[in-house]
């Protein structure tokens, strides 16, 4: 049976790729950190580390038992977590997971008022994976709630999902940019305009995947800027250094930005809430309540300018 003790010692001598800096960080001594490095790999059958008189490096399979031990180290630790949560008798802790959008949008955030405000005394833990790790936490039992980009597949036999967030895209312009005075805006008065692109971490093809969509749509961008989130674009349009789709959530604060709809652009972001069929806790299912509740105040809504 693996020691998750091994599993730590073998990830921070991964990381660091010398034993020595290893063992200062886990305030151990280099030889039993040595050792028990040596009886991991004896154990598995596996050579973990090429090993020289200069340095220590991951093998092939090194690198790729360290990806999927950090994996279950997070779950060891959310799993920690939940135990120690249980066993001071918060019945009302929460573990959820979520992406960027759940949190900029303001669907996170007012869901987790909400709770706040009704049962002030639950312990929320939050987790910024991707969604595969998400839906696994949710099979492991170690999340309670996902907020993820897509549904679960519809035969999956444990998890259930709802939508919860359809965000239209937006047209951002810096407030004096030629584009901001049109009440219509065109594909072609977008055609080779300077652009700020939003990035899509869960998506390596994002990039080809924005140009085809531009494209379909009549235009052809010139992107000059790549944004990590959306509230990054719009701080760039801001500044005047380009233009940018952004989900209208994403737009309602920002300052010298206005907004167009674009009738001709049918794209949306959108956000689920998934969860285990099972609820184990009322609270979780209390929590689903909140997070599905209908969002009715519209004073979030940005002008159009």
Known sequence: M???RQLRYFVAVAETEHVGRAAEKLHISQSPLSRQIAQLEKDLGLLLFER???RIRLTADGRTFLSETQALLRHADRLENLGRRLGRGEEGGLCVGYLGDAMHSGA??????????ARPGIHVALYNLPPAEQFEGLRQRSLD???VPEPPPQDDPDLRGALLLEDPLLLAVPEQHPLAARAEVRPEDLDGRPWVAVEDSQDPAWRDAFMASCAASGFRPDIRFEATEPLTATGLVA???GLALVQRSMVRAAQNVVVRELPWLDETVRLWAVWHRIDLRPVVAAFRSIVLAPVTDSADSPPLG
Not at 110 to 117: G, K, N, P, Q, T
Request: no cysteine; glycine share 4%.
């Open 108 to 117: 996170l955030p007012r869901a987790l008022r909400d709770l706040h405000e």
């Open 239 to 241: 500044s005047g250094l």
């Open 2 to 4: 693996l020691d998750l």
């Open 52 to 54: 020289s008189q200069q």
């Open 145 to 147: 709630i996902a907020l």
